[in-house]
Nanobody, 124 residues
Framework: EVQLVESGGGVVQTGESLRLSCAAA????????IGWFRQAPEKEREGISC????????YYADSVKGRFTISRDNVKNTVSQQMNSLQPEDTAVYYC?????????????????WGQGTLVTISS
């Protein structure tokens, strides 16, 4: 089946680090852009990082720039996010996301896959 499975969430103290991982299965991973989103309680889901299929470029939300680093391994079909200097406002469920725009005979087909999420809690 097509799926993304996150792992690595947990409880840490302010200022500490955590590394999240996402394993992909059931689709051509190397064709997809991969991103991390997060959703805090009673808040909208927020895109925080992404990496292109060929790892040529990475992008970060201002809220995490300089603290979070996204990377991928197209051989192992995994993506990771190193999170440093964590703050209480980083507390959220973190989701792995993959997308791909398939263009065939002049027609576009947008494909996306979401993981189930992993909870990250930073205590103050």
């Amino acid at each position: 089946e097509v799926q993304l499975v996150e792992s690595g969430g947990g409880v840490v103290q302010t200022g500490e680090s955590l590394r999240l991982s996402c394993a992909a299965a059931g689709f051509r991973f190397d064709d997809y852009n991969i991103g991390w989103f997060r959703q805090a309680p009673e808040k909208e889901r927020e895109g925080i990082s992404c990496i292109t299929s060929g790892s040529a470029a990475t992008y970060y939300a201002d809220s995490v720039k300089g603290r979070f680093t996204i990377s991928r391994d197209n051989v192992k079909n995994t993506v990771s996010q190193q999170m440093n200097s964590l703050q209480p406002e980083d507390t959220a469920v973190y989701y792995c996301h993959a997308d791909y725009l398939d263009v065939v005979d002049g027609h576009d087909r947008y494909i996306e896959v979401w993981g189930q999420g992993t909870l990250v809690t930073i205590s103050s």
